[in-house]
Every structure is written in C-alpha cells, then in structure tokens.
C-alpha cells in the first residue's frame, strides 16, 4: 500500500507561480512511476505530468508544457510539481498518483491516489 498526501495549493495571482508537494509513505518510493492529474469543476480529470522511478523520463499534458515541471526526490519520498505562468484555466484540484508497474498517462492506470490540493489561479 502507499499513501499520498499532497500540499502546497492556495491562491495565485495569474503569471505567479506554485509548487505542488506529495509526499508518499509505505511501498519503496524509488520504484513507484508519479504522476500528477488535475480536475476543474465540470471537467473531465486531466493528465499533468508523470515521472519514471528514476527521474530521467517525465511526460506532459499538451496545455502544461513548457510551464510547468515535475520532479522529485526519492530521499524525501516526495514528488514535486512546479507550476510556473499560471492561467485562471490552471485552477482546478490537482491529485498525485503513483504505480509500482505502469508508465501511463491514465488515471485510472495508476494503483494509488492522494486525496488532491485546491489550485486557484485569478485573473
């Protein structure tokens, strides 16, 4: 089992900038694939970014590259999500993800899921 607890959401102007933290405790970090997914209110959950066990292979949703980054740290058993230029579109409840198996851009692919923090971009 793993556990999933984000931090880091509030209130941001837009062009501010944000960074997500989700910190993950049971299973070993290091082999677990992280993502990130947000959802907006009446919107469909939408893939962010993901991240392989080792870092070296990120992947990105279509309206976030370039803007923001995903990274971690396995020592402190946490996945970043940095956020830069943020748009009111941005606003949404972003969740962590992780999965021992799959390098996968679909929710429900992803075993283990946080409970979400609140992003609010103004415009």
């Known amino acids: 089992q793993v556990q999933l607890v984000e931090s880091g959401g509030g209130l941001v102007q837009a062009g501010g900038s944000l960074r997500l933290s989700c910190v993950a405790s049971?299973?070993?970090?290091?082999?677990?694939?992280l993502g990130w997914f947000r959802q907006a209110p009446g919107k469909e959950r939408e893939f962010v970014a993901a991240?392989?066990?080792?870092?070296?292979?990120?992947n990105y949703g279509d309206s976030v590259k370039g803007r923001f980054t995903i990274s971690r740290d396995n020592a402190k058993r946490t996945v970043y999500l940095q956020m830069n230029s943020l748009k009111p579109e941005d606003t949404a409840v972003y969740y962590c993800?992780?999965?021992?198996?799959?390098?996968?851009?679909?929710?429900?692919?992803?075993?283990?899921r946080g409970q979400g923090t609140q992003v609010t971009v103004s415009s």
């Open positions: 993800a992780a999965d021992p198996y799959q390098w996968t851009s679909n929710w429900y692919d992803f075993d283990y």
């Open positions: 991240i392989t066990w080792s870092g070296d292979t990120t």
């Open positions: 049971g299973r070993a970090f290091g082999s677990l694939v």
